[in-house]
């Protein structure tokens, strides 16, 4: 079974500070991983998603994200975060073998930019 | 955008009524689906649909039913309401890279 881990419930950070959100995940099958991001009070906005290919994925919003197979990990960055970046982030799996698109996330990580 | 809403958009309900919340898309995508997001526990799978009249049950599918009897409807149904359902609901569909585009949610208040 599949399932992932934001090692991060909350993360405070200044702005133009750069920033990292943590994810691992788990599974025994080749994966899609994905973060979406969630703005108060609105629905989920897809970030960035990793296939396959290159291991450094750009995003939107001048995000990016790394998939290390070793470490099963695919960690969300950003060099220099802006007040407007605050909002809750979720990691997410799939794999393109259960050809139904089922998504695991995680628990979300917070992100909290101060001025 | 996606072409996906919901409907309706906040409901408080009284434990033990039924209560159906409908997502509508326009889209023409195969795949649909129910999330509830809940505070840590991020979005959790309810059912989901790979087709009209064909659906499937999620990882916390209990207390809850769907339907799809046209592709671009896909209805959850709380047969009888508990407060453990309040949440919020998020239907969301998949094109073929596995890139789901979520609804704007539905609040849902059990009293």
């Known amino acids: 079974a599949q399932s992932v881990t934001q090692l991060d419930s909350q993360v405070p950070v200044f702005e133009e500070a750069p920033v990292e959100l943590r994810c691992n995940y788990s599974?025994?099958?080749?994966?899609?991983l994905f973060w979406y991001v969630q703005y108060p009070n609105q629905g989920l906005q897809l970030l960035l998603k990793?296939?396959?290919?290159?291991?450094l994925v750009k995003g939107i919003n001048g995000f990016e994200a790394e998939f290390n197979k070793s470490q099963t990990s695919f960690h969300l960055r950003k060099p220099s975060v802006h007040i407007s970046d605050t909002a809750e982030y979720f990691c997410?799996?799939?794999?393109?073998?259960?050809?139904?698109?089922?998504?695991?996330f995680g628990q979300g990580t917070t992100l909290q930019v101060k001025p | 955008d996606a072409g996906i809403t919901q409907s309706p958009r906040h409901k408080v309900t009284e434990t033990g009524t039924p209560v159906t919340l409908r997502c509508h898309q326009t889209?023409?995508?195969?795949?649909m689906y129910w999330y509830r997001q809940d505070p840590g526990h991020g979005l959790r799978l309810i059912h989901y649909?790979?087709?009209?009249?064909?659906?499937d049950k999620g990882e916390v599918s209990d207390g809850y039913s769907v339907s799809r009897s046209k592709t671009e409807d896909f209805l959850l149904t709380l047969e009888s309401a508990t407060s453990s359902q309040t949440s919020v609901y998020f239907c969301?569909?998949?094109?073929?890279?596995?890139?789901?585009?979520f609804g704007p949610g539905t609040r849902l208040t059990v009293l």
């Open positions: 997410a799996v799939s794999g393109p073998s259960s050809n139904t698109g089922k998504l695991i």
């Open positions: 599974s025994s099958v080749s994966v899609y």
């Open positions: 990793y296939l396959s290919g290159s291991t």
């Open positions: 889209e023409n995508h195969r795949y």
């Open positions: 649909s790979y087709g009209v009249k064909d659906t």
């Open positions: 969301a569909i998949t094109d073929s890279y596995n890139e789901q585009f």
